[in-house]
């Protein structure tokens, strides 16, 4: 393999690339309204097939390159990873790669049956996804008949299984969850568990995102600092999402990350590889490049790598920071595809 071991490659804005956010695939067992409504992700809508998803030696071979071109965080996402078949085989490729950080966000139903064996294959960390504790609510946004229960216990089983701080992800749709904040705040506080509240985006097409649906991280913080009082805590690394405050009476910590209100894109170091190996540099991405068509096709470390740092040095995206201009109206690729 070529490339300089921890050597820092640059795009245009001077955002290192640090963190490969991989696609597992492109299914999920929940229809969440805001990423997979039901009426586009029907029966009728294609997807990928098992040939067509990279195979464990393929992503551990992206992956290293990745490494050695920098990344040293990468998430393991979907779609909901954990109905990939074989993922403890991804999970131990990835893992045997020195000084990475190797996390999963999961929507938590598989947890139960699979936590500790993904902690045994050297996952190190879990986010779960959880937008109310409250069934109905629950269900209005998932649009699935799983009781909210069934999350609480793959959330337990990750704690059991060692995969922590373990990090919960709100995503808090104004009139639809908002009532959920503060029982959420009450629930995590004092657990060990970092809550995040993220402002519902417009990734995709297929959400008809409107902006009066988003209820901005700074309300989200109003509601909780009147009732907990937070204090402002230092980020911990450059380029991280949420921004943070810990509870005044020592209760723990939260995030909020305003994708929309407080753009982030000045410190984004992020690529995604969808489950069928498209590489893209931002969520808004409306295509990606074909890495598979790549490696199928025999390419060798040093071509890989070279078109890894092409598409990086030339990436100038910055989305979040232009949304609602005209230049950023093209069709964008699905959340479940690309990878959140
Ligand atoms: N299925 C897994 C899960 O839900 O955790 C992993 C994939 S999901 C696409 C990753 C994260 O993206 C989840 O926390 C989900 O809530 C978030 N997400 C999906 N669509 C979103 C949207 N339109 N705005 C903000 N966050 C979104
Ligand atoms: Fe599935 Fe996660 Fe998307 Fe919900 S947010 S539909 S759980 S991929
Ligand atoms: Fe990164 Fe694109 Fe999001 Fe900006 S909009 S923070 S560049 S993924």
Known sequence: MTGKPGASLLDVRGRPLRDLRISLTDRCNFRCRYCMPREHFGSAH?????????????????ARLFVSLGVRKIRLTGGEPLLRRGIEDVVRALASIPEVDLAMTTNGVLLPAKADRLAAAGLRRATVSLDSLDDSVFARITDTAVPVARVLAGIEAATQAGLTPLKVNMVVKRAVNESSVLPMAEYFRGSGHILRFIEYMDVGGTNHWQLGEVLPSASVLGLINARYPLVPVAPSQPGEVATRYRYRDGAGEIGVIGSVTQSFCGTCSRARLSADGKLH?????????????????????????????????????????????????AKRVEMSYIGG
């Open 281 to 329: 540099t931002c969520l808004f991405a409306s295509s990606g490049t074909d890495f598979r068509a790549l490696l199928r096709a025999g390419a060798s470390d040093a071509e890989l790598l070279d078109v890894i740092r092409g598409l990086w040095t030339v990436r100038e995206d910055r989305y979040s920071e232009l949304r609602g201009r005209p230049e950023t109206v």
């Open 46 to 62: 294609r997807y990928l097939g098992r040939d067509d998803l990279l195979a464990p030696g393929e992503i551990e071979r992206l």
